[in-house]
């Protein structure tokens, strides 16, 4: 996951663990009403920040699995993961923020 941030940001590591940390706590945050619309905001915020690392690790075609360069590029970028990205988006604001 390093590999998918860009060069300009510090503290790669950090940043890939930091991420989880978030990922856990709005998993939380979603399942408690009084904070679930802010979660729900926020979560998308964070959607859509890390479909920037999803897009540099398309172009420099770098597969996740063996943390290499021998990834699908941009085919991956353009047939799976923006169709995924709006799916948790839709999801994501359906859930937290319409039924709420």
């Not at 679930?36 to 979560?43: F, I, W």
């Amino acid at each position: 996951m390093v590999m998918m941030i860009p060069e300009f940001i510090p503290a790669k590591l950090f940043w890939v663990y930091f991420t989880g940390i978030i990922e856990i706590a709005a998993g939380i945050g979603l399942m408690i009403p009084a904070i679930r619309e802010l979660t729900a905001v926020l979560l998308i915020i964070f959607y859509i920040l890390i479909f920037i690392a999803n897009i540099n690790s398309s172009k420099k075609n770098i597969n996740i699995f063996k943390a290499d360069f021998t990834g699908p590029g941009m085919s991956y970028l353009y047939k799976e993961r923006i169709s995924m990205q709006i799916i948790l988006i839709a999801w994501t604001w359906y859930f937290g923020i319409y039924l709420n």
